[in-house]
């Protein structure tokens, strides 16, 4: 990454795991004026879900909110006019960089413009940038602790759903990899907490995992069953 200087913002907890957002250098000010959460939004359609960053005014409160991308898109290049849309280039819906962003009409398919192929996300520079953070186990906490979960919709309204309708993002740091339907991916055989998108991803988060994960102890299948998630 050498000549290159950005800015990665700490989103907090979406979908089983510690979200972060990549900013241009002369964007990490922004934190001294506004807060910044990681939020689940559904697809109307049931295909998924996506992880966007959204900010708003510490002095406002959160009834401010809105998304990121939108946000730093009116900034530098003007309003968004109706029947567009803000997207991300490569994929990495929490990589706000002005170069990812675009607009696009919004009947334009967005999956055409976001699903970037294994190899083009793991040459992204949020996955560089996210690698060399030293992330401790203790905000790697299970997604069994996470009592509530909050989604959105396309329409930006909130959407609750139970545990075990809850889409997963791949449970290493740096992988953007997210379910396209509920248990898709595979999960831990041992704590049975977290998931992942494939071997290659578990194999590389486990020098982190491996200080928290705990085996569960077995279950009586005559009473209890083991949970989904």
Request: proline share 5%; hydrophobic share 30%; charged share 25%.
């Amino acid at each position: 990454m050498a000549g290159f200087k950005l800015g990665v913002i700490r989103l907090g907890k979406a979908a089983g795991k510690i979200k972060y957002s990549l900013l241009d250098e002369q964007d990490v000010s922004l934190i001294r004026r506004y807060g910044f959460q990681a939020h689940v939004d559904m697809d109307r359609d049931g295909n998924g879900a996506k992880i966007y960053a959204y900010a708003y005014d510490l002095l406002k409160g959160k009834s401010s909110m809105q998304s990121l991308h939108n946000m730093l898109w009116e900034k530098y290049r003007g309003g968004i006019a109706p029947g567009f849309k803000v997207v991300h280039l490569n994929g990495i819906t929490v990589d706000n960089r002005l170069d990812n962003l675009a607009l696009i009409p919004e009947d334009f398919p967005v999956d055409m413009v976001e699903e970037p192929s294994t190899k083009s996300r793991e040459q992204s520079l949020y996955w560089l940038a996210v690698q060399q953070l030293h992330i401790a186990p203790l905000q790697c906490q299970n997604p069994i602790e996470i009592q509530k979960h909050k989604f959105y919709d396309n329409n930006g309204h909130d959407v609750y759903l139970e545990e075990d309708s809850i889409y997963y993002e791949c449970h290493y740091p740096p992988c953007t990899n997210m379910e396209k339907h509920i248990r898709q991916f595979s999960i831990c055989g041992r704590c049975q907490q977290v998931r992942y998108c494939g071997t290659n991803c578990q194999q590389q988060d486990w020098p982190v995992h491996k200080t928290y994960c705990i085996e569960r102890p077995p279950v009586d299948t005559d009473t209890e069953s083991l949970p989904d998630r």
